[in-house]
Each structure stands twice: as C-alpha cells, then as structure tokens.
C-alpha cells in the first residue's frame, strides 16, 4: 500500500506570528475560564453543534435504528476531527488546534447529556415529530445495559474533555513558540523571529 500522501504530515508547518499565537492563546483562556465558571451545561459554541448533531441522526438513519441513535453524536465528534484532519494536512497548526480544542469540548456537551440519561430532565432538540422523540443516550445505555452508570461514565468523558482542551492549549503554545536554537526540534523554519 502506498502512504505518500501521508509525507506531507513530515513538512513544517506554516508560521504564526506572535500577536497571532498571542490572541488564539488568549481565547483559549478566556474560554476555559467561561467554561469552568458555566453553571449550565451548556456552553455558547454548543448551539453551533446542535445542527450537526441532528443531521447526524438523519445521516446515520439510512444504517438502522442503532446507529441513527448514535449518529449525532458521532457527527457531532466527527466534524471537528476531520476538519483537525484536514488542517493537519494543510499545515495550518492553528486550524488544527482550534478543531481539536471544539473536538475535546464537545465532550462536556456530551458528558452532560449522559449524565441525563435516567433522570431526562435536560430540554433537547429533535428533528421530525417529537412524539417519538428519544434520549440518545438513554437509549444506548440502556442497550449496552449500563443505564446506572450513566453519571459515572458521564464524568470521565468530561474529564477526558477538560484533559484534551488543556493539552491542546499547551501543545499550541510549545509548538508555536520561538525557537530557542537553530536545529531545536520545536523550530517552525519559516518561522525565525518571535
């Protein structure tokens, strides 16, 4: 099997500037403090996601009953993580980080949702006719037979969430930063001045 198109992940990526890093680095605080101090379980950015959510479950229909369950938070996953695919093929770091940070975030998003899965409390949006309307991840707790533990599952995704944003943030600022030598490994070539 030929993997040349993977070569182009060996290229350095392409330069950020340090107002530019400075800034992304800057929301990205302010962000994780937005989303630390959130009561709610609902962030601002996750109204963006709503509509991918939902076309998943109209895409993933065509697959059966199981996977149109599934199907929305797995295109509410999967766009983030393609397009951070994409830009990593691009060579553009900050797409890549900015995808990723809004791949890991999605996880509080779900995490909130599973957590809700006995209680079915939360106000959720449905396409078609409410009336058969159901709890995503009710529905597939209950299928793997693990409905008690929708909470306990619920936390680590959302620990896993917190850990993957915090790691984005300090991967983007170690990647990004000034070189401290000519021939450091962190060097971003094109990139020589801070």
């Known amino acids: 099997m030929d993997w040349e198109f993977l070569e182009t992940l060996r290229e350095d990526w392409k330069p950020v500037s340090k107002p530019v890093r400075i800034g992304w680095l800057a929301l990205y605080g302010i962000f994780l403090l937005y989303a630390l101090t959130n009561k709610t379980g609902y962030l601002i950015i996750d109204y963006a996601f709503v509509p991918i959510h939902e076309g998943g479950h109209l895409?993933?229909?065509?697959?059966?009953?199981t996977l149109m369950v599934a199907g929305g938070t797995?295109?509410?996953?999967?766009?983030?993580?393609?397009?951070?695919?994409?830009?990593?093929?691009?060579?553009?770091?900050?797409?890549?980080?900015?995808?990723?940070?809004?791949?890991?975030?999605?996880?509080?998003?779900?995490?909130?949702?599973?957590?809700?899965?006995?209680?079915?409390e939360l106000q959720y949006v449905t396409v078609g006719d409410p009336e058969f309307a159901e709890h995503d991840w009710a529905t597939m707790f209950g299928q793997m037979g693990v409905l008690e533990h929708d909470t306990q599952i619920a936390a680590l995704v959302r620990l896993i969430g917190w850990l993957g944003m915090i790691a984005v943030v300090a991967w983007l600022a170690w990647k990004t930063q000034a070189p401290a030598r000519p021939g450091d490994p962190r060097s971003l070539r094109p990139y020589s001045r801070a």
């Open 59 to 65: 895409l993933f229909s065509y697959f059966g009953h």
């Open 74 to 120: 797995i295109l509410q996953l999967g766009v983030p993580l393609l397009l951070a695919v994409y830009f990593a093929f691009q060579r553009q770091l900050t797409g890549v980080a900015f995808c990723t940070f809004f791949f890991f975030e999605n996880f509080l998003n779900v995490a909130t949702y599973m957590a809700d899965s006995r209680k079915m």
